[in-house]
């Protein structure tokens, strides 16, 4: 694994993380996940190989990552307070996150240092995988579906999400400062 990839690895595990402390459900919330998955995609999506079972890796991994995503999303806490709507991953969220990151780092690294190179080749042989841009397109799109699926289960949520108004003034006390930007 390259410098590069061991960052985007961590930073898209870091993005749940950040989550683990409530937080306003923002645009920032969708945007940077969004751009960092996009970011992977463009650096190593460079086809999407269709001959023998590719598809059928691909198909199954991106259901893998659909369903860790989906989990993800709803366990994620969504509440209203003070018209906002507020995030916090849960500990099952969170878990699934890194389950679905860390197979994907520990299959890349476990094939790179030898000790799953053979078995994947012949996995592919036996199963009609064609060549190591399926398994990339794979796991790209398993985590590009992960991340997907998990953010719009977290919008369609937080639509179903009651909006709590602040209380209104009575006059006694001093307005609330908003000091967020």
Do not use: C
């Not at 683990?20 to 999407?48: C, M, N, Q, W």
């Not at 690294?109 to 009609?128: K, N, P, T």
């Amino acid at each position: 694994m390259t410098t590069s990839d061991w960052i985007t690895d961590i930073a898209l595990i870091l993005v749940v993380f950040r989550q683990l402390r409530e937080g306003r459900l923002d645009l920032k919330s969708f945007l940077i996940p969004l751009g960092i998955v996009a970011f992977v995609a463009h650096t190593y999506l460079d086809s999407i190989p269709t001959a023998g079972n590719d598809l059928m890796l691909i198909g199954t991994l991106m259901g893998i990552g659909a369903a860790l995503g989906v989990a993800g999303g709803v366990y994620t806490r969504i509440r209203s307070a003070g018209g906002h709507l507020l995030i916090k991953a849960g500990a099952v969220s969170a878990i699934l996150w890194v389950v679905g990151m860390g197979a994907r780092m520990g299959f890349q690294l476990w094939v790179e240092h030898g000790g799953g190179s053979d078995d994947v080749a012949r996995f592919s042989v036996a199963h009609h995988i064609t060549s190591d841009q399926a398994w990339v397109a794979a796991f790209v799109l398993m985590a590009l579906t992960e991340v997907v699926t998990r953010l719009a289960t977290i919008f369609v949520r937080s639509r179903m999400t009651p909006r709590a108004q602040p209380a209104p003034l009575t006059g006694r006390e001093a307005p609330a400062v908003d000091t967020l930007v």
